[in-house]
């Protein structure tokens, strides 16, 4: 039986759900992978998230600053600017219409 890898899934989506964490308020790397993890996405990677903040932020879509810790070396955050909630906006509104799309064809393939 052929059955749809989420891993595959999870690489279309992980910068929609990163931008979606940090819409919510600004994070530092593993703080990211947990929050993502706790809305369900157990699957996702610690590198595939830490690459897609890089790239993210390669991309002009994120801030970053440096924030000491005092339970070891001092951690990065990041979160959106204008060009990241901008991002955010824009591929929310087209997975909103994907989803919908595919939502569609599920139910009436259960018709």
């Known amino acids: 039986m052929l059955s749809v890898d989420s891993s595959q899934l999870l690489k279309g989506v992980l910068d929609l759900a990163v ?5 919510d308020r600004d994070g530092y790397g ?3 992978v947990r929050r ?4 369900g996405l157990q699957d ?8 897609t903040l890089r790239r993210l932020f390669k991309a002009g879509a994120l801030t970053s600053y440096v924030v000491p ?4 070396p001092h ?7 204008d060009v ?3 991002m955010y906006a824009a591929s929310a509104k087209t997975w ?3 989803s919908a799309t595919m939502a569609a064809l599920l139910k009436e393939g259960q018709s």
């Open 19 to 23: 931008l979606a964490v940090l819409n």
């Open 30 to 32: 593993y703080d990211v």
């Open 36 to 39: 993502l993890r706790e809305a």
């Open 44 to 51: 996702v990677g610690d590198a595939s998230v830490y690459g």
């Open 69 to 72: 810790s005092d339970e070891g």
């Open 75 to 81: 951690r990065k955050y990041y979160g959106l600017n």
């Open 84 to 86: 990241g909630r901008e």
């Open 96 to 98: 909103a219409a994907f």
